[in-house]
Nanobody
Framework: QLRFVESGGGTVQPGGSLSLSCVAY????????IGWFRQGQGNEREPIAC????????NYRDPVKGRFVLSKDSAKNMMYLQMNDLKPWDTGTYYC?????????????????????WGQGTQVTVSS
């Protein structure tokens, strides 16, 4: 079964940092575009960052640009998200997923059928 297993979530105060990670099962992180997705309460799951198959292209959605850093380790088949200067609106469940789209500025505007292979997610809560 193709899936990710995410970990690293928790509760932090605004301005704090968290490091998320996910390991891929049944798929190779270099075989397609992969990314991090976020679902806040009452909202749909949305993509926030992606990395290309080669790893040479990384793209961030504006709300997280400059604060989050995405990386992957091909040897470990893992992807990471370093989150800094966290804001209350960063609260949500974070998922790793695959996409049939290229990692670029248009990564975020695909249809639901263009993203998938979610894990169970990891909860991030930013609160004072």
């Amino acid at each position: 079964q193709l899936r990710f297993v995410e970990s690293g979530g928790g509760t932090v105060q605004p301005g704090g940092s968290l490091s998320l990670s996910c390991v891929a099962y049944g798929l190779n992180v270099d075989s397609q575009t992969i990314g991090w997705f976020r679902q806040g309460q009452g909202n749909e799951r949305e993509p926030i960052a992606c990395i290309s198959m080669s790893g040479r292209t990384i793209n961030y959605r504006d709300p997280v640009k400059g604060r989050f850093v995405l990386s992957k380790d091909s040897a470990k088949n893992m992807m990471y998200l370093q989150m800094n200067d966290l804001k209350p609106w960063d609260t949500g469940t974070y998922y790793c997923g695959t996409s049939s789209r290229y990692c670029s500025g248009t990564f975020y505007y695909g249809g639901r059928d263009e993203y998938g292979n979610w894990g169970q997610g990891t909860q991030v809560t930013v609160s004072s």
